[in-house]
């Protein structure tokens, strides 16, 4: 930020905590690159002085300037000094003046960031089929064998509502404005006068940036937690996947391997609508209003797509000739849809592609508008399923073909139909999340009625309630029936979450919805009791003869903590050992989904213990699958920090066990991950490459091990070494009984309610108010906001040292250049202790925190010291990222303007505590909009 008379250089943002996967594998910056991205950031830091200036007063951009310039200082008394006597109207506009410049510099790093890695790598495909070529020259594999695997290839990534996002999509859309207005001004072929607008352009853009307020006035619904993700699903349907997927067929093409038409190698899910668990506002309802919005969303990029293909495709009879499947595909349009054949006939009549894709638009009309109304499919007059319309998409491209129109076929025909099989009609599979006790409840009530159990079902234990529910399955009796309408509470809101269900398919295909997961599955009835219920309506029939078997969805078993992740192998086998759920298993094609979490398993026992369970849990998991010919179908729960599984995708995926990914892969994308990696459409392109060439990779060249086992034998020994110290350490923490006094004082976790930026609360409901009821989410954001990031390291030192102390040095050093998985977690762990402060952090602590929990503080203290030497033992630095000096650099000039927003913060913390419970509406303005400050300047809160 700058006046006219006094120049500063606005430094650029470092990458978010997720990125540096860009930095490893692309290179840093170019010179050149590095010197466009400073002039962007300086340019508009200058915008924003003026504006400032304009609208509050040279004199606060003076104290704007001189508290950056203090922040700077060791100590920080003066700062504190200064910002203690600044009134709550100042502390607003200072907490806003840092937050926007945060919000532009991100914008700018992001949008030359995927310029740079667009222009100077050759991509992650080409790269990632060099070796598949590579391998299949060698005779290391097989080519069939291969081409067998890439057709069930599938990334999905699945967009939640996690409240980690605190930028409203206001202020996004103005960002990305400002996008396209640099990349404009980049165009060597501009005229000085498109320059000039350009700047005026710009200039306006930041001057809406200052006059939109970043904080939501009211928490977001569901319904718009949906529009936000439509947002980013339908950018990426239009902008990304069409050329994404054009470049994944041809780069398999040249290693001798097809895209079939029946693969769908990207697909998109959601849980926005369907994650009930504890989040009360999710009802049936919602989930159906979503639905329909997605639908819509869907609907309107296909026909805008075929709008397109309408326009292009003016081929004419009296140049090529049609197939004569194409002519009575005409016919039968003209019968179905009188009105259309009418209105189009006169333009079209020798234009035959044209004519045949005006009914294909009718149809997309027509099926938007049956949704819409509720009405049942009418076929031939909309689509039931986006295979009908790829069926119509076929039928032309096959005449084309048949014309020597091959390259209209495959070029804008084949890319229209590429994105229909990914986004199908409904944009992105929803999910449906339930907690494993709520079905028990309702089966409790249907049980209890039927009076033939000798005690309550509530009662029973887990092996008696495994027997009765599988003996259940075998039958075939209604256990409701009629009474299912005379249910109430619990069992009635989960019965009408199942019919809401199977009217969703039966409506929206069974594409709407796919998987309904189990969260603190804990025991094979867990699953069991959802088939039954899932039977009641008709969504599971298991008849007489297994081959008319039908399962219209998955079941999904979530395994959140480290008891639950070692006890994952026990209950695949005992789940596919049972001969009913076996054969639902096969009715959906035998593909077993199966959910991680890595949040409260890091909660529950440290990052340590929580990556190692979840590597030994794929392990176990992956062999189980093999010993029952089960395609296993992993969905990596994985937030936004490190804390939460967070770190590159594409590292993540390549350093799962071999043989673990075999195809398909489902991962979370989470709140401020989202804008981060998607709201730009060329980095959005860039990590869905990075992403899929992960899994192709995996999926054909990981399938055996690349180590003697004898080695990675002696590795285990080491990281169950690592994990078991970890979680001691990590568990002693967060068993102090100071540890929640001091992380409510010394963090702003309570205050983050009223920031409005989730429909779910931050609490499980029915708690006692500790620390197990606190969700992951929050636990993460409040370390982060105060620089202390615990969930992202604390016991990884004391787990490293204690393996060293234990004669393994060596061998922790050779994980670390050998193992993925090792350096993976490391390389994680390393750009957390970079980003944490403790300086920083002792404010909050001295001026926050009472005296008799400062105590938890200097255990802190001892644990980061020790994982950062380990972590420089390891990787041998002498300093933190000395292996990516710009990464450092950038890092340390960030927070240069983070440290006022920390410094106002504490001082805001400690005005608000003072004042109660009802402190004045502009202090907790204030306060709010420095939370919302510091997590756009981390980039990463949860």
Same mark, same amino acid.
């Given at each position: 930020?700058?006046?006219?008379?006094?120049?500063?250089?606005?430094?650029?943002? #470092?990458?978010?905590?997720?990125?540096?996967?860009?930095?490893?594998?692309?290179?840093?910056?170019?010179?050149?690159?590095?010197?466009?991205?400073?002039?962007?950031?300086?340019?508009?830091?200058?915008?924003?002085?003026?504006?400032?200036?304009?609208?509050?007063?040279?004199?606060?951009?003076?104290?704007?300037?001189?508290?950056?310039?203090?922040?700077?200082? /060791?100590?920080?008394?003066?700062?504190?000094?200064?910002?203690?006597?600044?009134?709550?109207?100042?502390?607003?506009?200072?907490?806003?003046?840092?937050?926007?410049?945060?919000?532009?510099?991100?914008?700018?790093?992001? *949008?030359?960031?995927?310029?740079?890695?667009? $222009?100077?790598?050759?991509?992650?495909?080409?790269?990632?089929?060099?070796?598949?070529?590579?391998?299949?020259?060698?005779?290391?594999?097989?080519?069939?064998?291969?081409?067998?695997?890439?057709?069930?290839? +599938?990334?999905? /990534?699945?967009?939640?509502?996690?409240?980690? =996002?605190?930028? @409203?999509?206001?202020?996004?859309?103005?960002?990305?404005?400002?996008?396209?207005?640099? =990349?404009?001004?980049?165009?060597?072929? $501009?005229?000085?006068?498109?320059?000039?607008?350009? $700047?005026?352009?710009?200039?306006?853009?930041?001057?809406?940036?200052?006059?939109?307020?970043?904080?939501?006035?009211?928490?977001?619904?569901?319904?718009?937690?949906?529009?936000?993700?439509?947002?980013?699903?339908?950018?990426?349907?239009? +902008?990304?996947?069409?050329?994404?997927?054009?470049?994944?067929?041809?780069?398999?093409?040249?290693?001798?391997?097809?895209?079939?038409?029946?693969?769908?190698?990207?697909?998109?899910?959601?849980?926005?609508?369907?994650?009930?668990?504890?989040?009360?506002?999710?009802? /049936?309802?919602?989930?159906?209003?979503?639905?329909? *919005? $997605?639908?819509?969303?869907?609907?309107? %990029?296909?026909?805008?797509?075929?709008?397109?293909?309408?326009?292009?495709?003016?081929?004419?009879?009296?140049?090529?000739?049609?197939?004569?499947?194409?002519?009575?595909?005409?016919?039968?349009?003209?019968?179905?849809?009188?009105?259309?054949?009418?209105?189009?006939?006169?333009?079209?009549?020798?234009?035959?592609?044209?004519?045949?894709?005006?009914?294909?638009?009718?149809?997309?009309?027509?099926?938007?508008?049956?949704? +819409?109304?509720?009405?049942?499919?009418?076929?031939?007059?909309?689509?039931?399923?986006?295979?009908?319309?790829?069926?119509?998409?076929?039928?032309?491209?096959?005449?084309?073909?048949?014309?020597?129109?091959?390259?209209?076929?495959?070029?804008?025909?084949?890319? %229209?139909?590429?994105?229909?099989?990914?986004?199908?009609?409904?944009?992105?599979?929803?999910?449906?999340?339930?907690?494993?006790?709520?079905?028990?409840?309702?089966?409790?009530?249907?049980?209890?009625?039927?009076?033939?159990?000798?005690?309550?079902?509530?009662?029973?234990?887990?092996?008696?309630?495994?027997?009765?529910?599988?003996?259940?399955?075998?039958?075939?009796?209604?256990?409701?029936?009629?009474?299912?309408?005379?249910?109430?509470?619990?069992?009635?809101?989960?019965?009408?979450? !199942?019919?809401?269900?199977?009217?969703?398919?039966?409506?929206?295909?069974?594409?709407?919805?796919?998987?309904?997961?189990?969260?603190?599955?804990?025991?094979?009835?867990?699953?069991?009791?959802?088939?039954?219920?899932?039977?009641?309506?008709?969504?599971?029939?298991?008849?007489?003869?297994?081959?008319?078997?039908?399962?219209?969805?998955?079941?999904?078993?979530?395994?959140?903590? %480290?008891?639950?992740?070692?006890?994952?192998?026990?209950?695949?086998?005992?789940?596919?050992?049972?001969?009913?759920?076996?054969?639902?298993?096969?009715?959906?094609?035998?593909?077993?989904?199966?959910?991680?979490?890595?949040?409260?398993?890091?909660?529950?026992?440290?990052?340590?213990?929580?990556?190692?369970?979840?590597?030994?849990?794929?392990?176990?998991?992956?062999?189980?699958?093999?010993?029952?010919?089960?395609?296993?179908?992993?969905?990596? #729960?994985?937030?936004?920090?490190?804390?939460?599984?967070?770190?590159?995708?594409?590292?993540?995926?390549?350093?799962?066990?071999?043989?673990?990914?075999?195809?398909?892969?489902?991962?979370?994308?989470?709140?401020?991950?989202?804008?981060?990696?998607?709201? %730009?459409?060329?980095?959005?392109?860039?990590?869905?490459?990075?992403?899929?060439?992960?899994?192709?990779?995996?999926?054909?060249?990981?399938?055996?091990?690349?180590?003697?086992?004898?080695?990675?034998?002696?590795?285990?020994?080491?990281?169950?070494?690592?994990?078991?110290?970890?979680?001691?350490?990590?568990?002693?923490?967060?068993?102090?009984?100071?540890?929640?006094?001091?992380?409510?004082?010394?963090?702003?976790?309570?205050?983050?309610?009223?920031?409005?930026?989730?429909?779910?609360?931050?609490? @499980?409901?029915?708690?006692?108010?500790?620390?197990?009821?606190?969700?992951?989410? /929050?636990?993460?954001?409040?370390?982060?906001?105060?620089?202390?990031?615990?969930?992202?390291? !604390?016991?990884?030192?004391?787990?490293?040292?204690?393996?060293?102390?234990?004669?393994?040095?060596?061998?922790?050093?050779? *994980? !670390?250049?050998?193992?993925?998985?090792? @350096?993976?977690?490391?390389?994680?762990? +390393?750009?957390?202790?970079?980003?944490?402060?403790?300086?920083?952090?002792?404010?909050?602590?001295?001026?926050?925190?009472?005296?008799?929990?400062?105590?938890?503080?200097?255990?802190?203290?001892?644990?980061?010291? @020790?994982?950062?030497?380990?972590?420089?033992?390891?990787?041998?630095?002498?300093?933190?990222?000395?292996?990516?000096?710009?990464?450092?650099?950038?890092?340390?000039?960030?927070?240069?303007?983070?440290?006022?927003?920390?410094?106002?913060?504490?001082?805001?913390?400690?005005?608000?505590?003072?004042?109660?419970?009802?402190?004045?509406?502009?202090?907790?303005?204030?306060?709010?909009?420095?939370?919302?400050?510091?997590?756009?300047?981390?980039?990463?809160?949860?």
């Amino acid at each position: 930020m700058s006046t006219g008379t006094q120049t500063t250089t606005p430094t650029p943002p #470092g990458p978010a905590e997720g990125q540096h996967d860009v930095l490893a594998h692309s290179g840093i910056l170019s010179d050149e690159a590095h010197a466009a991205l400073r002039a962007s950031v300086r340019r508009l830091g200058e915008l924003l002085g003026e504006a400032l200036t304009r609208h509050e007063g040279a004199h606060l951009l003076d104290l704007v300037e001189r508290v950056r310039a203090l922040a700077r200082r /060791p100590g920080g008394d003066e700062l504190g000094t200064l910002l203690s006597d600044v009134d709550d109207a100042t502390a607003i506009v200072l907490a806003r003046a840092f937050t926007a410049y945060f919000q532009l510099a991100n914008i700018a790093e992001q *949008m030359h960031r995927g310029q740079e890695l667009l $222009q100077r790598s050759r991509g992650e495909l080409p790269e990632a089929v060099d070796r598949l070529v590579a391998a299949v020259a060698a005779g290391e594999l097989d080519l069939a064998e291969a081409q067998d695997v890439v057709d069930r290839v +599938q990334l999905r /990534p699945v967009f939640t509502a996690h409240p980690t =996002e605190s930028s @409203r999509r206001s202020v996004l859309e103005l960002l990305l404005r400002v996008v396209g207005i640099i =990349e404009a001004a980049e165009d060597p072929r $501009q005229r000085p006068a498109d320059a000039e607008r350009g $700047q005026r352009r710009l200039a306006e853009l930041v001057d809406l940036l200052w006059q939109t307020d970043e904080l939501r006035v009211e928490r977001p619904r569901p319904t718009d937690e949906a529009r936000s993700a439509h947002y980013y699903l339908t950018t990426l349907a239009s +902008q990304v996947v069409p050329d994404l997927l054009e470049d994944l067929e041809r780069e398999l093409g040249r290693a001798g391997l097809q895209l079939r038409a029946t693969s769908r190698p990207l697909r998109f899910g959601s849980w926005v609508g369907g994650d009930r668990d504890g989040n009360p506002n999710i009802t /049936p309802q919602v989930t159906l209003d979503v639905l329909r *919005m $997605q639908h819509t969303a869907a609907l309107e %990029v296909l026909g805008a797509a075929v709008d397109d293909l309408i326009q292009q495709l003016a081929s004419s009879v009296k140049v090529v000739d049609v197939s004569d499947a194409l002519r009575e595909s005409l016919a039968r349009d003209a019968e179905l849809l009188p009105h259309v054949h009418a209105e189009r006939i006169r333009l079209n009549a020798e234009e035959p592609y044209r004519l045949k894709l005006s009914f294909v638009r009718a149809r997309i009309d027509a099926t938007r508008a049956r949704l +819409q109304e509720g009405r049942p499919h009418t076929p031939g007059s909309d689509y039931g399923d986006v295979g009908e319309l790829l069926a119509e998409l076929q039928l032309v491209s096959d005449s084309l073909r048949a014309g020597e129109g091959d390259l209209i076929a495959g070029g804008p025909v084949a890319r %229209v139909m590429r994105t229909a099989r990914a986004v199908g009609l409904s944009l992105a599979t929803l999910d449906i999340r339930e907690h494993a006790g709520r079905h028990h409840a309702a089966l409790a009530v249907a049980y209890d009625r039927l009076g033939e159990l000798d005690r309550p079902y509530a009662q029973l234990g887990r092996p008696a309630r495994l027997e009765l529910l599988s003996r259940e399955l075998r039958g075939n009796r209604p256990l409701l029936g009629s009474a299912a309408e005379r249910l109430t509470g619990t069992a009635a809101e989960v019965l009408e979450l !199942f019919a809401t269900v199977r009217h969703v398919v039966d409506v929206y295909g069974e594409d709407a919805v796919e998987s309904y997961i189990v969260s603190m599955t804990q025991g094979i009835d867990d699953l069991l009791a959802v088939v039954v219920l899932a039977r009641e309506v008709g969504l599971v029939d298991l008849g007489p003869d297994p081959a008319g078997d039908c399962a219209r969805i998955g079941f999904v078993p979530l395994f959140e903590t %480290v008891a639950e992740l070692e006890a994952a192998e026990s209950l695949l086998e005992g789940l596919l050992g049972d001969p009913s759920y076996r054969r639902v298993v096969a009715a959906r094609g035998d593909v077993q989904e199966i959910m991680l979490g890595y949040s409260d398993s890091s909660k529950d026992a440290g990052i340590a213990a929580s990556r190692w369970q979840i590597h030994r849990a794929q392990r176990a998991l992956r062999d189980v699958a093999h010993r029952h010919g089960v395609v296993l179908r992993l969905f990596h #729960g994985r937030g936004g920090s490190v804390g939460r599984g967070g770190g590159p995708t594409g590292e993540a995926i390549l350093a799962q066990p071999y043989g673990s990914l075999d195809g398909p892969v489902k991962v979370t994308e989470q709140g401020e991950v989202i804008s981060d990696k998607y709201v %730009v459409p060329s980095l959005a392109r860039h990590n869905l490459e990075v992403a899929l060439s992960a899994v192709l990779e995996a999926s054909t060249l990981h399938r055996h091990s690349a180590l003697p086992r004898d080695v990675l034998d002696d590795w285990d020994v080491t990281m169950d070494l690592v994990a078991a110290k970890g979680q001691e350490a990590y568990r002693a923490l967060v068993g102090d009984e100071r540890l929640m006094e001091f992380f409510i004082s010394a963090t702003p976790v309570e205050e983050l309610g009223h920031l409005n930026i989730g429909s779910r609360p931050s609490r @499980r409901p029915g708690g006692s108010g500790g620390l197990g009821d606190l969700r992951a989410i /929050p636990w993460v954001f409040g370390w982060t906001q105060s620089r202390i990031n615990v969930p992202g390291w !604390f016991g990884v030192g004391s787990g490293l040292a204690a393996a060293r102390e234990a004669g393994r040095a060596e061998a922790l050093q050779r *994980m !670390f250049a050998e193992w993925r998985f090792f @350096r993976s977690f490391v390389s994680n762990v +390393q750009m957390t202790l970079a980003k944490t402060d403790l300086a920083i952090a002792a404010r909050y602590v001295d001026a926050l925190v009472a005296p008799g929990a400062r105590g938890v503080f200097d255990l802190i203290r001892a644990e980061h010291e @020790r994982t950062v030497a380990e972590v420089l033992l390891i990787t041998g630095q002498e300093t933190l990222l000395e292996q990516a000096p710009l990464l450092r650099h950038t890092l340390d000039l960030r927070d240069a303007y983070l440290a006022p927003l920390h410094a106002l913060q504490v001082s805001l913390l400690a005005r608000s505590r003072a004042a109660g419970e009802s402190p004045d509406p502009a202090l907790r303005r204030a306060l709010l909009l420095t939370i919302n400050g510091i997590a756009a300047g981390m980039r990463n809160t949860g």
